[in-house]
């Protein structure tokens, strides 16, 4: 109850909204519930992206898989739920009331493109920029920023194994750190200007366990360039989903917004 109405506060004239706790999972490795901003988009905020900027993706199984900090790189955090956390999870973005929403919210004070999906078994909402941040009773308790900190918080682990990357050549006039020998060549990965597309590249256990050690300590946002053999490039990496396809993706094809 408290979460509901904490989800659903400050609404302005709108007045908060208790959510309905709705079970999550059911048993199943299908993917149940599904938030993500800007997802599909390849680079978003210099960040490699395919499934969100930042993201929350839940199985029937209570597995639960979020995005990291903003500001690290592209981390990812994975942990079992109890149905019941997964239920509160589920309170937090709001999920007992997404089908009054099912479908397109714009909001005019808002000039770029930024995007955030909530999909359900039932229907997709799409808001143009968070949904909590519009003055309405039902998208003001679809906090998927508050849903990411409370799964990290129950205890959520960082993923390591596989991992994707893009990288790209660089015209960066300044100085930038060289990129170790002993890790897999920038010039066998690079992609010209023009090429930049999906699917990035899958990096196996032990060469990207190796580039995640190094850049842990190199990488000051989720892109950085490096110099190797005279050329500058520049490195996109995150985490690879367990979830994900092989293209890297954990919603192939996100449904049109409204209900399915």
């Known amino acids: 109850m408290i979460a509901a109405l904490l989800a659903g506060a400050g609404c302005g004239d ?10 999550v999972c059911d048993g199943s490795d299908d993917i149940v519930l599904s938030a993500a901003a800007e997802p599909g988009r390849f680079i978003v905020d210099e960040r490699l992206a395919e ?14 898989f979020v995005s990291g900090d903003d500001y690290v790189l592209g981390d990812s955090y994975e942990i079992t739920l109890t149905a019941s956390q997964a239920t509160e999870v589920g ?37 143009y920029p968070w949904c909590n941040n519009f003055d ?30 893009l990288v790209t050549t660089s015209d960066q ?10 890790l897999p060549r920038l010039a066998d990965l690079a992609r010209q200007p023009g090429e930049v597309r999906p699917p990035s590249d899958l ?9 995640r050690a190094f850049l842990a300590s190199n990488m000051d946002f989720h892109r950085q360039t490096f110099e190797q053999d005279g050329q500058k490039y520049g490195v996109y990496f995150r985490d690879a989903l367990p979830i994900e396809n092989e293209d890297g993706l954990v919603i192939p094809e996100w449904p049109e917004p409204g209900p399915l």
């Open 14 to 23: 709108s007045g908060p909204r208790e959510v309905p706790a709705v079970e």
């Open 51 to 64: 499934n969100g900027a930042r993201f929350l993706y839940i199985t029937g199984d209570c597995r639960a």
């Open 91 to 127: 309170v937090i973005v709001g999920l007992g009331l997404w089908p009054e929403r099912y479908g397109d919210h714009y909001s005019s004070d808002v000039a770029d493109g930024h995007s955030t999906f909530f999909l359900d078994r039932g229907g997709l909402v799409r808001c």
């Open 136 to 165: 309405d009773d039902v998208l003001r308790t679809m906090d998927l920023r508050a849903a990411i900190a409370l799964v990290r918080n129950l205890g959520a682990t960082p993923l390591t194994g596989s991992a994707r990357i």
């Open 173 to 182: 006039p300044d100085d930038v750190p060289t990129w170790p020998d002993e």
């Open 203 to 211: 990096l196996d256990g032990d060469a990207a366990n190796a580039i």
